[in-house]
């Protein structure tokens, strides 16, 4: 794998692992609640997430596509439709940015050290890793995904091994449906800003790299949290049951999993609001406004951003369908 597929591969996945699916949180809902019949649900949602990594990046290659503006303009039919998404995007970054920092403040408080102080900290560190740009996204996500990878598959692998938990059921595919649509713009605000990275080999490479990477670790967190579905943060709880008092190692894995998904959204405002003189402004500014929302607590802020990001995904992913629609006549017609 080229050092440039590896890069997007990870952009990718560090857009989607966010707090809610390295809690096991996600899972737990959309698909190990279903019981058997959930790894139908796994394995669409894995092919949808192949295909939406490939269209992304497809459009972004082929296209002067540098910021998620850019992508929704290539995808969407119509003017109107893109300034009423683009508005639900800017106010779902905006409420992302508080929501991991929330997400990231209740971590450090766990460890003893006050939720504004955690908050505050955390955002510090998001402003340091993007301090040169798109340069540092892509070097934070290469950093961070894998371990985070890596973590995520020892944990589960162990609880399927010697089930520490039952089992449970229900039905699949609309779940993955609206799994694979509350994660796609995100995904799209990171993507969108790697023009530089991508050729047609990297595209393809990529999207697929990442769609797999994705997919396989939900496998392994439906395997391990089947039955868990009383559980507030599943993994959490197996990293009680199997690491003890050395359960904090996995909280740095939810810490960098929330950071990631943090930096996604810091870095997708400030690429669309400002060209690159005004970013590092921009990512002060809109971190300063993060540390204020985060205020409101990690519980209340999903319950408003989750509707709201579900609105806007849809609405991406219907885009992407049309996309491919016409990139496919166009091809027919060529023949």
Known sequence: ?????????????????????????????????????????????????????????????????????????????????????????????????????????TVLKSWGLHYSIGCAGFLLLCILLLRTGGKGFVKANCWLVPGMAVAIVILCIAQVSVPALGGYVRGPFSSALLYVSLNTAIAGVA??????????????????????????????????????????????????????????????????????????????????VVKPPGYWLCVVITAVAGFVIAQYGFISLVAFLYPLLGLCNIVLLAGLCYYSLNKFKTVRRNR
């Not at 952009?11 to 959309?30: K, L």
């Not at 279903?34 to 295909?51: D, H, Q």
């Not at 969407?76 to 970054?93: E, G, H, N, R, Y």
Request: overall charge positive.
């Open 1 to 105: 794998m080229s050092k440039n597929t590896f890069a997007v591969a990870m952009t990718y996945c560090g857009a989607v692992i966010g707090a809610g699916f390295a809690t096991g949180r996600e899972v737990v809902d959309f698909f190990s609640g279903y019981g058997n019949r959930g790894l139908a649900g796994v394995g669409l949602a894995t092919l949808m997430f192949v295909w939406v990594g490939v269209v992304i990046l497809d459009v972004a290659q082929r296209n002067p596509v540098y910021s998620y503006l850019d992508l929704l303009n290539y995808v969407l039919p119509w003017k109107w439709l893109v300034s009423l998404t683009d508005l639900i995007f800017l106010a779902t970054l905006l409420t992302g940015v508080g929501v991991m920092t929330a997400a990231g403040g």
């Open 191 to 272: 993507m969108s800003t790697l023009k530089e990275k991508l050729d047609r080999h990297t595209v393809l490479a990529g999207g697929v790299a990442g769609g797999l990477l994705i997919g396989f670790l939900l496998l392994v967190i439906y395997g391990a949290t089947l039955g868990m579905g009383s559980v507030e943060i599943p993994l959490l709880r197996l990293a009680e049951i199997w690491l003890g008092k050395w359960q904090w190692v996995y909280a740095l894995v939810l810490l960098a999993a929330v950071l990631t998904t943090a930096l996604a959204n810091l870095h997708g405002l400030a690429s669309r």
